[in-house]
């Protein structure tokens, strides 16, 4: 199985940008397909971006979508989620989740992963 440990969030004000990292260990990084995840307070768990196991092909949320990246760095297993104009509804608990995967799948549903970090939380003040 292959742990995952996030990094990076914290209090920050609406319009500023914040990178998360998500530092994976144990199985092969490359056999697995990635994603963000995030939950804001009484809310459901909801999807922010999918990356690949190859070739780096990506999904986002509508909410996101123009705003935040996902990429993946092989070599330093890290996966990452670069978050600009960040406004207050986008404060939650963010997750990283992995699946192993084949070809170029990403999955955006929460009960597709098999892995998840403990969460980072992000608060955006207005």
């Known amino acids: 199985q292959v742990q995952l440990v996030e990094s990076g969030g914290g209090l920050v004000q609406a319009g500023v940008s914040l990178r998360l990292s998500c530092a ?63 406004k207050p509804e986008d404060t939650a608990v963010y997750y990283c989740a992995a699946r192993p995967s084949i070809g170029y799948g990403r999955y955006t549903d929460a009960h597709q992963y098999d892995y998840w970090g403990p969460g980072t939380q992000v608060t955006v003040s207005s």
């Open 24 to 86: 994976a260990s144990g199985r092969t990084f490359s056999d697995y397909a990635m994603g963000w995840l995030r939950q804001a307070p009484e809310k459901d768990r909801e999807f922010v971006a999918a990356i690949s196991r190859s070739a780096g092909f990506t999904n986002y949320a509508d909410s996101v979508k123009g705003r935040f990246t996902i990429s993946r760095d092989s070599a330093k297993n890290t996966v990452y989620l670069q978050m600009n104009s960040l």
